[in-house]
């Protein structure tokens, strides 16, 4: 990787960190999530790269993580399952299903699917408007993306 592709790539996962972080904190919300899925080395399985905020937006890490998709193509079910596999100290996470997860799919200008964006409540205070409070956030989310799979290359 080049210098400016290494730089632009650090940028473009400091923006991610910071995106799911701003989500968790504006919504109110214990976790906030952007991923990609891409594919790997040993099909079928893929490569999920995920951005989770924790904590109302207070701490964010990236985990990278190979799976096979239940459904072939991943989903917010894979999203929660990756979930509670990458950060099992997060016991809020254990016994949570389908409906604490809110996402929608990012799309790139292309209308290729480049990942998720959500949010996890296990309070269940959010996940009626979550998809509305999510929207205005998704060309940016997505071109951010975009950005960050381009400069991983």
Same mark, same amino acid.
């Given at each position: 990787?080049?210098?400016?592709?290494?730089?632009?790539?650090?940028?473009?996962?400091?923006?991610?960190?910071?995106?799911?972080?701003?989500?968790?904190?504006?919504?109110?919300?214990?976790?906030?999530?952007?991923?990609?899925?891409?594919?790997?080395?040993?099909?079928?399985? #893929?490569?999920?790269? /995920?951005? &989770? @905020? $924790?904590?109302?937006?207070?701490?964010?890490?990236?985990?990278? +993580? %190979?799976?096979?998709?239940?459904?072939?193509?991943?989903?917010?079910?894979?999203?929660?399952?990756?979930?509670?596999?990458?950060?099992?100290?997060?016991?809020?996470?254990?016994?949570?299903?389908?409906?604490? #997860?809110?996402?929608? /799919?990012? &799309? @790139? $200008?292309?209308?290729?699917?480049?990942?998720?964006?959500?949010? +996890? %409540?296990?309070?269940?205070?959010?996940?009626?408007?979550?998809?509305?409070?999510?929207?205005?956030?998704?060309?940016?989310?997505?071109?951010?993306?975009?950005?960050?799979?381009?400069?991983?290359?």
């Amino acid at each position: 990787m080049n210098v400016a592709r290494e730089q632009e790539h650090e940028s473009a996962t400091a923006n991610l960190r910071r995106l799911v972080s701003f989500l968790a904190s504006a919504l109110d919300v214990r976790y906030a999530f952007v991923s990609t899925p891409r594919p790997s080395l040993a099909a079928p399985q #893929v490569r999920m790269s /995920l951005w &989770l @905020a $924790r904590d109302y937006g207070l701490r964010s890490q990236l985990a990278e +993580v %190979d799976f096979v998709p239940a459904s072939g193509v991943p989903s917010h079910l894979d999203v929660l399952s990756i979930l509670r596999g990458s950060w099992p100290d997060e016991v809020d996470l254990a016994g949570l299903d389908h409906s604490h #997860v809110v996402s929608l /799919l990012l &799309l @790139a $200008r292309s209308g290729e699917v480049v990942g998720h964006m959500g949010i +996890v %409540d296990p309070e269940g205070r959010r996940v009626r408007s979550g998809a509305e409070l999510l929207r205005p956030l998704a060309k940016r989310a997505a071109a951010e993306l975009e950005r960050w799979v381009a400069n991983r290359r």
